[in-house]
């Protein structure tokens, strides 16, 4: 994966993305196909933000 919208231009791995853009649900990442970068998303990921509750289910 890569990160549109950071200032860095490293690839990574998906268990870091998760950590580096947990709380970062705007953000535009790309995913690496084989052979080019195509449009991605973090919930493609299983990145969920629950709202309210201290981050906590209901």
Not at 22 to 49: D, M
């Amino acid at each position: 994966y890569i990160c549109i919208d950071c200032d860095y231009d490293e690839l990574c791995c998906t268990t870091c993305l998760v950590e580096d853009h947990g709380l970062l649900p705007l953000y535009c990442i790309k995913t690496w196909n084989g052979s080019y970068f195509e449009e991605g998303s973090l919930a493609n990921i299983s990145v969920v933000l629950s709202l309210g509750h201290n981050s906590s289910l209901c």
